[in-house]
């Protein structure tokens, strides 16, 4: 019986047989240009230590009896599994050793680029690989990406850089000598003072650049590495001055004393808070001590005097201007040598009155203020009290009073019954109203925005006498409230 027709769609026995041996034909073609394409990578010196196990398999059928024979062909290649260990750790699989030759070329042509073209040294002998009897199918491998970024990670690239080296050690690495020394200029003239005239400048420890293999990861740019020398091994933080801060209230909001808020930014001064002004929080130590002398010109105001002229048109304590005084100017060169901005000493070398002082006159009241007993009982001067700065010891000195934080224009309201001995402007407290409440009982209400009493004008206990401003030396919107007995500074919260 036979197991084929003698035609099969058309097609006879014959036909049938010649079209399979084309087939079988050109499968073992295909089969052994693979077969060569493996022999051929076998002879990489770097596969040589490799084994490849190539089973051919050769399976041979009949079809329907001995009239049609078919051979069909499996190739079947052992893909090989390789370790890659990078500087002792085991970082992955690969297939092939090559893709490392090929991940090191890419690596060093990269860095080159990006380093400014300096030599980049990568430690080979920290890669090593080795052949692992693990079923190819069940490894995921790395990629080309996955290898590169594997060796990047590992720190055994470095790069040939110049190193600014501070009393031993190695501070920053730059990528030329140039900017190593640029960077050096940048720091010293931090220091300088515009339009000086420089003398000498330098270092006081000893700084020296050299050459070393640094890590990729530890190269910095020029501004950087200004910024490190600096500022010392600390980032800086800086805090900016809004309104109604004191020292007292920044130092405890930031964990640190007043004291060392005030050593942390040499020449602070406390009273001198502006809204906006920029302060660090802690003391910068800067790698180095920039040693700088120059010749530095400066402006000094010339005092005038003032010539008062007695007058009954006005109360006792209260004095007008006349006639404007003017300041006179002075010239002066000094030579001046700093340690990080700090002066260290001062010689004036010479100088010039480039515009003499012009006297003021002022007329000076003699008329008697009337006398006024209060109740002898303090009230507050404002509805809501919060105190931002307290009476007594304040930055080395004493605080004569209490601040006492509101919003501008908040209506001030006098403590007692008593007569205006002063309303004017009087230099670091602004715009001041004094009250007289007999028996050597004052108080002093600064820093107002706007007045409303006139001097030997008598006011009541909670008359509106001025508003809540910043005049004078101040930082943000309060009411420094003073108590005197007899001329002498009381605790105004022993009174209200």
């Known amino acids: 019986m036979s197991f084929l ?110 380093t400014d073209g300096m030599e980049i040294i990568i430690d080979d002998d920290a890669i090593l690989f080795e052949s692992v009897d693990i079923n190819a199918n069940k490894v995921n491998f790395l990629t080309k990406k996955e290898i590169s970024e594997r060796i990047l990670s590992s720190n ?35 220091y300088l003072s515009p339009g000086s005239e420089v003398i000498s400048v330098g270092f006081k420890e000893d700084v020296i650049i050299t050459q070393a293999a640094v ?50 930014n040499p020449g602070f001064d406390p009273d001198k808070l502006k809204i906006g002004q920029q302060l660090n929080l802690y003391q910068i130590k800067p790698y180095v001590t920039v040693i700088t002398k120059e010749i530095v010109g400066s402006t000094e105001k010339i005092d005038f005097d003032t010539i008062y002229e007695s007058t009954n048109a006005l109360y006792k304590g209260e004095i007008k201007v006349k006639t404007a005084g003017a300041y006179g100017v002075r010239e002066i060169r000094s030579e001046v040598l700093k340690e990080n901005g700090v002066i260290v000493s001062s010689t004036e070398l010479e100088s010039v009155v480039t515009k003499e002082p012009k006297a003021q006159i002022a007329l000076k009241g003699t008329k008697s203020i009337a006398t ?10 404002m509805g809501r009290i919060e105190v931002s700065s307290a009476f007594g010891s304040r930055g080395g000195g004493r605080h004569t009073g209490v601040d006492l934080r509101n919003p501008k224009g908040t209506p ?33 209400y600064a820093h107002c925005d706007t007045m409303s009493v006139s001097v030997g004008q008598i006011v009541k206990k909670g008359d509106t006498i001025a508003t809540v401003g910043i005049t004078g030396r101040a930082t943000g919107y309060h009411l420094h409230f003073e108590v005197r007995k007899n001329g002498v500074p009381q605790n105004p919260m022993n009174y209200i």
């Open 372 to 381: 006024f007993t209060g109740s002898g009982t303090l009230s507050s001067p």
């Open 156 to 190: 055994i690239c470095k790069a040939n850089a110049w190193t600014i080296n501070i009393n031993g050690t190695d501070v920053a690495a730059v990528s030329s000598e140039d900017e190593a020394n640029s960077i050096l200029n940048g720091v010293t003239d931090k």
């Open 215 to 264: 890590n990729i990861a530890d190269l910095l740019k020029p501004e950087d590495a200004v910024n490190l020398i600096l500022t010392g091994t600390k980032e800086p933080k800086v805090y900016i001055v809004e309104s109604g801060d004191t020292i007292w209230d920044i130092a405890k909001a930031n964990a640190i004393s007043p004291t060392e808020l005030q050593e942390a």
């Open 5 to 114: 027709k003698d035609s099969i769609n058309g097609e006879s026995r014959r036909d049938l047989f010649e079209k399979y041996k084309s087939i079988i034909r050109t499968n073992i073609t295909k089969c052994t240009e693979k077969i060569k394409t493996k022999i051929t990578d076998f002879r990489i010196e770097i596969l040589s230590r490799a084994s490849k196990k190539v089973k051919i398999g050769i399976v041979t059928g009949g079809i329907v009896g001995a009239v049609v024979i078919s051979s069909v062909i499996f190739l079947n290649i052992e893909e090989d599994v390789y370790k890659l260990t990078i500087s002792g750790k085991n970082s992955g699989y690969i297939s092939d050793p090559q893709l490392i030759s090929q991940c090191l070329e890419e690596i060093k042509t990269d860095l080159s680029g990006r």
């Open 412 to 444: 001030i309201r006098a403590a007692d019954d008593g007569v205006v001995t002063f309303a004017g402007y009087s230099g670091s407290y602004g715009n001041i109203v004094k009250l007289s409440h007999g028996n050597g009982l004052e108080t002093w």
